[in-house]
């Protein structure tokens, strides 16, 4: 079976600083993994996406993550906090062939002034 | 511009009022699926569609129906709604490469009160 856990329901952060959203995975086989993210009132919109090769992807809004298989994480970082980075973040993983996608429960994004 | 559309994106019904949201894409993809999200729990999936004519349980299935007589259409019933239905539910569709599945889209999702 596979699983998501987002560490931080709510993270707050000031504009210009590190963003850092974890996601720990649980699979019995190589996962792929994704971000989305949720602005107000709007649907999923894909961040970022792993699914082999390279372990550090680059998504979109200069968001980035690294897949470490050995501590099972995808966390998502961004050097610099915007405020239009506010919104909610979702981490979800998908297994092999299957087509099951498994969210976190989310992590909503704050940022300060 | 490649898309899925859900309707309607706000419902206030009564228990027991048989409703359906319909969800249409136009990306000729295989694959579609119903998620609600509600507070705390992320996204869970509702039911699944491969392709025409081939449903499947999610996680959460009691209470819903669907159906998938076309390939762009995965309308989601609730035949008697109940007040613990109320969610924000999502439809989302992807492309199947060989055997395996490529990232999901999402429809702008639809909000269901049920009283």
């Known amino acids: 079976a596979q699983s998501v856990t987002q560490l931080g329901s709510h993270v707050s952060v000031s504009e210009g600083a590190l963003v850092l959203l974890r996601c720990n995975y649980s699979?019995?086989?190589?996962?792929?993994l994704f971000w989305y993210v949720q602005y107000p009132n709007q649907g999923l919109q894909l961040l970022l996406k792993?699914?082999?090769?390279?372990?550090l992807v680059k998504g979109i809004n200069g968001f980035e993550a690294e897949f470490k298989k050995s501590e099972t994480s995808f966390h998502l970082t961004k050097p610099s906090a915007h405020m239009s980075d506010a919104a909610e973040y979702f981490c979800?993983?998908?297994?092999?062939?299957?087509?099951?996608?498994?969210f976190g429960t989310g992590t909503r994004l704050q940022v300060t002034l | 511009e490649a898309q899925v559309t859900q309707n309607p994106r706000y419902l206030i019904t009564v228990t027991g009022k048989k409703l359906t949201v319909t969800c249409s894409q136009n990306?000729?993809?295989?694959?579609m699926s119903w998620y609600r999200q509600d507070p705390g729990l992320g996204l869970r999936q509702i039911y699944y569609?491969?392709?025409?004519?081939?449903?499947d349980k999610g996680d959460v299935p009691e209470g819903y129906k669907v159906s998938r007589k076309e390939k762009r259409n995965f309308p989601l019933i609730l035949e008697s709604p109940s007040p613990n239905q109320t969610s924000l539910y999502f439809c989302?569709?992807?492309?199947?490469?060989?055997?395996?599945?490529?990232?999901?889209?999402f429809g702008p999702g639809t909000r269901l009160t049920v009283l």
């Open positions: 989302a569709s992807s492309t199947r490469q060989g055997s395996s599945y490529n990232e999901q889209f």
């Open positions: 699979s019995s086989v190589p996962p792929y």
């Open positions: 792993y699914t082999t090769g390279a372990t």
């Open positions: 979800a993983v998908r297994t092999g062939t299957a087509s099951k996608l498994t």
């Open positions: 990306m000729n993809h295989e694959y």
């Open positions: 569609s491969m392709n025409v004519e081939v449903t």
